[in-house]
């Protein structure tokens, strides 16, 4: 339960974040990458933000054991950068440069009930579960799927 609690908290907290900052607003985030128009450099000054507390955080991880709340550090392994890390990167940044939403604040924007937040959120929901469909197929069809669920190739 303290668990849950301290996630929530945690979600929370974020949500308010990106409410506050306007990171729920498209305009905010299409702004920022329309460097021939209007830009927007407020999401910059944002992402500096995040970055200083991730940068805060990686340094008190160095210095602990373990986290409070599990027994040990999630911490990825892989290294090296695949065809689907790409792919995967390159239809985030295209989804996000054409309807303004990254997750976080399409899940926070579900709240206002608009139709353009439905349908992302919806759409993103729909990837999501493509995903683990093609995953199960590639499992079963024999082709082996690394720990991060992406293919090996």
């Known amino acids: 339960m303290k668990r849950l609690g301290i996630s929530f908290f945690a979600g929370f907290v974020f949500a308010i974040g990106l409410g506050v900052s306007g990171m729920t607003r498209p305009s905010k985030v299409i702004g920022f990458l329309d460097f021939t128009g209007a830009w927007d450099p407020s999401l910059a000054l944002v992402m500096i933000g995040a970055m200083m507390i991730y940068f805060a955080a990686w340094r008190i991880r160095l210095r602990s054991s373990a986290p ?4 040990a550090f999630s911490i990825p392994e892989r290294k090296s950068v695949s065809g689907a890390l ?11 440069g054409l309807s303004g939403f990254c997750p976080g604040p399409a899940i926070t924007s579900l709240a206002s009930g608009r139709l353009p937040v439905l349908v992302f959120t ?8 493509l995903h683990g469909a093609i995953q ?14 992406y293919a090996d190739s």
Not at 68 to 71: E, P, T, V
Not at 123 to 129: D, I, K, T
Request: net charge positive.
């Open 136 to 149: 199960k197929l590639r499992l079963t069809a024999g082709r082996p799927v690394s720990l991060a669920g």
């Open 122 to 129: 919806a759409a993103m929901a729909l990837g999501v579960y």
């Open 68 to 71: 409070i709340l599990a027994a």
């Open 86 to 96: 790409v792919a995967g990167a390159a239809i985030f940044g295209v989804g996000w």
